[in-house]
């Protein structure tokens, strides 16, 4: 039976705020959930006509209004994630004990489902404080509640992104650009709009498969994705293979500053590469085999980036 109402935490994301307007474009009830009405419920409210879409305002550890909002729910999908770690919203706190608990509220009140995005390529970094309190929430959430499908997407990019937008904003301001590991490690980058439509597939149709791991079409290095981008903004830079120990010295000041460009802990976790585990079933095993390729994709907003801005032309 069709869903009729859909919880989402996380919907001010670009993950949530695009799978808002694909899951009310399809007649489906959503209840999304923010921490900042204010803030963030102009751009909400843009993403699905009236009638479809209800903003909440709540803090996450809020349990007696997450346990009332979960009970209305069908389906809950959790897109609530941390890549560094700032005041309460710690790892523990954010990746462990927030999707503990809703996963468990899940089975209380007997929702059909429960859809949680983790990460790719995070079981071999086991000296990474993202990818232990990844798994340990994903273990949490297989534990307490059987119907959870448990996400593990590689790098998702689009326009609102923080990690192709990130490296364009870099290679402007930079002369040089550091390479980690000598930029080899893989990944497989997919399409902000392929996995809300793998999610929306999800929410509306049954799987046995309870864990998938979520790749794009191509498999690039992290040097290969800087040269693409490169192309793209028509830039020339260096590279400077970074040494690890210098690499720590610099993180540790940039995971000072409120939003840091890097962390000690996600250098870590470039040391491992980000594709398919062989553990689990991949979109591609369940008939989903994404198709929108990086360079064209990016090619649509990156002239943001580009010396002539909004002016900028195809060279020919």
């Given at each position: ?45 843009t993403q699905a006509n ?137 990944f497989m980058p997919l ?126």
């Open positions: 039976m069709k869903p009729k109402n859909c919880l989402i935490f996380g919907a001010s994301g670009q993950i949530g705020r695009n799978l808002i307007r694909g899951l009310t474009q399809k007649n489906l009830k959503v209840t999304a959930v923010t921490r900042n009405l204010h803030q963030k419920g102009y751009i909400l409210k009236p009638g479809y879409l209800d903003i909440i305002e709540t803090n996450i550890f809020d349990l007696n209004k997450i346990d009332e909002l979960i009970k209305k729910a069908d389906v809950c999908v959790n897109l609530v994630g941390i890549l560094f770690e700032k005041g309460a919203n710690t790892f523990t706190n954010i990746h462990e004990k927030f999707p503990s608990i809703i996963s468990s509220l899940c089975n209380k009140h007997k929702l059909s489902k429960f859809i949680h995005l983790s990460a790719l390529g995070i079981e071999k970094a086991k000296d990474s404080k993202y990818a232990i309190s990844k798994l340990n929430g994903e273990t949490a959430i297989q534990k307490n509640f059987k119907e959870s499908i448990i996400l593990k997407p590689s790098i998702i990019y689009s326009v609102d992104d923080n990690f192709t937008t990130m490296i364009m904003r870099l290679i402007n301001m930079l002369p040089i650009f550091p390479l980690y590991y000598e930029g080899k490690t893989k399409h902000c709009a392929d996995i809300c439509d793998l999610i929306i597939n999800l929410v509306e149709n049954n799987t046995s498969d309870k864990v998938i791991e979520c790749i794009g079409p191509d498999e690039l290095t992290f040097k290969q994705i800087i040269q693409k981008l490169l192309k793209l903004i028509e830039k020339k830079r260096f590279f400077i293979p970074m040494p690890l120990f210098i690499a720590n010295i610099m993180a540790t000041f940039f995971q000072a500053l409120p939003n840091p460009l890097i962390t000690k802990d996600q250098i870590k976790l470039l040391a491992y590469d980000n594709i398919p585990s062989g553990k689990y079933k991949t979109n591609i095993d369940i008939g989903k085999k994404f198709k929108r390729n990086f360079d064209i994709e990016v090619e649509k907003y990156c002239y943001m980036w580009k010396d002539t801005g909004e002016y900028a032309r195809k060279k020919n």
